[in-house]
């Protein structure tokens, strides 16, 4: 079938649309209903199914293929790598979920995941959802303010967390960060549950802190089996930072995440049973969720789950996974690829990376330059795709599942299947259906399948945070401006909260960071809107060189900084100009490769930068400081 009716076929018949692809999956009782959306902007898939997302993922596979891998741990930070068949996996599965039946976790009970990137990690998400309880993994670069606010949001009667990570070779301790958040909680768990690692000592808490070891050699032949729970039941809930206020649980189903993960893989990520995939990111964030664990799983494929740098031991280090385990589908973020960017080009073309079909990017903006670098480098095709933790799966990119289509670099795509994608005008509410035209992405209810059910207890700050309600259809909003071109590629250009005013002119950063970053001499850029007396806002840009020798010369950075602006002034009018292009060896961001660009704002108007637990080099905002203060 051609793209265009497919996806057509699921905007206008979406019930029949989606009833197919719900054959992916295994059904313990089959569904009543595919959609009850009688209670718009809420949508029920699947009503009436009973399901299991273990079963899906695990115990299908170890029936018909057990010794096949499925789980693939490689740590290249303490040097250990163990590959799971689906058999072995199953097994360890098992053995989680009576260890954590014996700590007293039924059906619905929270159980939070504050753990590295261990196997165990994910023997506990899949143990949840065999017996039915929701887990709430928290990203292990979270400290303990941030933890303590999500232990009281998500009120866990279990924790699961392990002695320490490790980054650089060097260990991380949570424990001690574990019991600071658990301090300064109101809910208090039942008990924890602690994987040593032999990382870093730590003290067991008496009567509440238990060793997974211990319980593991006393649940070997565990035989634990799944809990069928409504197509509607929370999987789980995964907290995403609000600018203000308490983090927002996001809420995913069970029924409409496993046929919407079972479609993706097929119809998006290209793969197939038997077929090993690799993401790098991380289980504390959506991509984790949905394309470590859950995903690949369910497609019968073995997973890769590293726990390690890029750069680690070398540059090389990917690509020689992807030679071993013959990976067929990888998938990372355009931060890691610039940071390889940097190393010796001779690792791209040192293994063999026959087997791979495609290198998918997420996360943030895929800009061209890059795009273009690692599409040349690998001799791959390079799929963008653009998604929220709240869709929990792709809004826009390339199905060539469906149809094989080219990449536009600098676009993650088309509007993918199931969502009804709208340029929507801010002020009027309009659609805007012209070639070139900007408005904020929008999706026009239902959602499909997979994304969010609501925000954990607050249905009322679902509806207020998402959905405006236009002339009778209500729209979701992704909060970021687009423009569709006349192929019906969607380019991203930046947050409606990062829009700069300029004058009563409202500007994307991001096509001032597309315009700066196409001078030769700047390899990553960050704009941001800074208040301005005269003009309300001002855009101020923060770039990388690519060659910084002889700027410490201001008459050198003077000249380079002119050259930028003529660049901006000739790519998107006088308008668009930055007043200022200030130069820096780094860019504050996350663990997780995320920019903090309120923090940088905040740095720029000489405003507190607020919570920066999960800041990577906080010396890269103390030197974005040093030259606002001094310009």
């Avoid at 799971?84 to 360890?92: D, G, K, Q, T, V």
């Avoid at 990382?199 to 060793?211: K, S």
């Avoid at 504390?284 to 890029?310: D, K, N, Q, R």
């Amino acid at each position: 079938m051609d793209f265009d009716s497919f996806y057509r076929r699921s905007i206008d018949e979406p019930e029949a649309f989606w009833a197919e692809q719900a054959k992916l999956v295994d059904w313990h009782k089959p569904f009543e209903r595919v959609l009850d959306y009688s209670r718009p902007p809420f949508a029920n898939w699947f009503a009436g199914g009973q399901l299991n997302l273990c079963h899906n993922a695990v115990d299908r596979h170890a029936l018909t293929q057990p010794d096949a891998n499925a789980l693939i741990w490689v740590s290249t930070e303490v040097d250990k790598e163990v590959v799971y068949s689906f058999r072995e996996l199953h097994a360890e599965v098992q053995r989680m979920a009576a260890i954590l039946r014996d700590l007293g976790v039924t059906k619905g009970d929270r159980v939070l995941i504050y753990m590295p990137m261990i196997a165990e990690a994910a023997f506990a998400m899949l143990a949840c959802a065999r017996i039915g309880a929701i887990h709430s993994v928290v990203f292990g670069g979270f400290a303990s303010v941030s933890l303590a606010s999500r232990i009281d949001n998500a009120t866990p009667k279990v924790i699961v967390s392990a002695d320490a990570g490790s980054r650089s070779g060097k260990g991380v301790p949570y424990k001690g960060l574990l019991d600071e958040a658990i301090r300064l909680a109101e809910h208090k768990p039942a008990k924890v549950l602690m994987v040593n690692r032999g990382l870093a000592a730590f003290t067991p808490v008496a009567d509440r802190d238990e060793d997974y070891a211990a319980l593991r050699a006393k649940h070997m032949d565990a035989q634990v089996p799944c809990e069928w729970v409504d197509a509607t039941h929370p999987s789980y809930t995964l907290y995403t930072s609000g600018t203000t206020g308490t983090p927002k649980g996001v809420q995913r189903d069970t029924g409409g995440y496993a046929v919407a993960l079972a479609a993706s893989m097929k119809h998006i990520y290209l793969g197939k049973p038997g077929e090993a995939y690799f993401s790098t990111s991380d289980i504390g964030w959506v991509v984790g969720h949905s394309y470590i664990v859950y995903g690949p799983l369910i497609a019968g494929m073995a997973t890769i789950m590293y726990e390690g740098l890029p750069t680690r031991p070398d540059a090389g280090i990917w690509w020689s996974l992807v030679e071993k385990y013959k990976v067929t589908s990888m998938f990372s973020a355009p931060t890691a690829v610039r940071v390889l960017k940097k190393q010796d080009p001779a690792y791209l073309s040192k293994y063999d990376l026959s087997s791979l079909r495609a290198l998918f990017l997420a996360g943030e903006p895929l800009d061209e330059p890059t795009a273009t670098w690692i599409a040349g480098s690998l001799n791959k095709p390079i799929i963008d795709n653009y998604w929220q933790t709240e869709t929990g799966w792709p809004i826009l990119s390339l199905c060539n599942g469906v149809e094989a289509a080219p990449s536009k670099f600098g676009s993650p795509g088309k509007a993918v299947y199931g969502y009804n994608v709208k340029l929507i005008d801010e002020a009027t509410g309009q659609h805007m259906q012209g070639a070139d035209a900007k408005g904020v992405v929008m999706i026009e209810g239902p959602l499909p399948p997979g994304c969010m059910q609501t925000v954990w207890r607050d249905d009322e700050r679902f509806i207020k945070t998402y959905w405006t309600e236009v002339d009778g259809r209500w729209l979701y909003s992704t909060f970021d401006w687009g423009i569709r071109d006349a192929d019906g590629y969607y380019f991203i250009l930046g947050r409606t909260d990062d829009v700069i005013n300029v004058a009563g002119h409202r500007l994307g950063t991001r096509e001032i960071e597309e315009s700066i970053s196409s001078h030769p001499n700047v390899t990553e850029v960050a704009v941001v809107g800074v208040a301005d007396n005269l003009k309300g806002q001002v855009a101020m840009a923060f770039a990388i060189p690519k060659d910084a020798s002889g700027l410490d010369d201001p008459a050198a950075r003077l000249k380079l900084e002119g050259e930028i602006m003529k660049v901006v002034d000739a790519q998107l009018g006088a308008v668009a100009r930055p007043s200022r292009v200030l130069f820096v060896t780094a860019l504050p961001k996350t663990r997780s490769g995320k920019l903090l660009r309120r923090a940088l704002q905040a740095v720029a108007e000489g405003r507190d930068p607020g919570d920066l637990t999960t800041i990577e080099d906080p010396s890269a905002l103390q030197q974005v400081k040093a030259l606002v203060t001094a310009k």
